[in-house]
């Protein structure tokens, strides 16, 4: 037993974070889109609240198609990352609201079957690519969205 008045020995460190240091590194980013993956044997993958999510799931090479919805607060305010991706579909000839442009990029960005990959993108279209390219050029089919861009978008 400790004796009375004696302080307490200092907490010795241990090395490892504690959940509130790594909240301070990462703040917790607010969900702005639901993923919705159906895999080729047609089942639902859960819903995901990020492309990274998804990219980086252990099944994300069986999604034959994704579809993503806005979820963020409203009105939407799209991030500068989302404005610099529909300032480039737009300028590649893309129609419509910033909004559902954005929600175009964002959703091409998941995975288009990648057994009909390239009558995907045709699909899609080049002016939505592009917008791929400016916002996810990370993305796991970004490769071969920019090779076909480069060969002139062929129909």
Known sequence: MAAVGAQAAPAVPTGRKT??????????????????????DGTDLPE????????????????AS??????????????????????????AGAKGS????CLDIVTAATRLDQRTVEAGIRRVGA???????VLA???????????WIDAGAPA
């Open 66 to 91: 994704c579809r993503a919805k806005y979820v963020g607060p409203r009105p939407q305010a799209l991030t500068a990352e989302e404005n610099a991706a529909v300032d480039a579909a737009l300028a």
């Open 137 to 147: 050029p990370q993305a796991p089919q970004a490769a071969i969205m920019k090779r």
């Open 98 to 101: 910033r909004e559902q442009i």
């Open 19 to 40: 959940p509130t240091d790594t909240a301070k590194e990462r703040p917790e980013r607010p969900t702005r889109y639901l993923f919705a993956a159906t895999l080729y």
């Open 48 to 63: 995901l609240t990020s492309l990274e999510e998804l990219w980086s799931s252990s099944r994300y090479l069986q999604v």
């Open 127 to 133: 002016p939505i690519v592009q917008g791929v390219l």
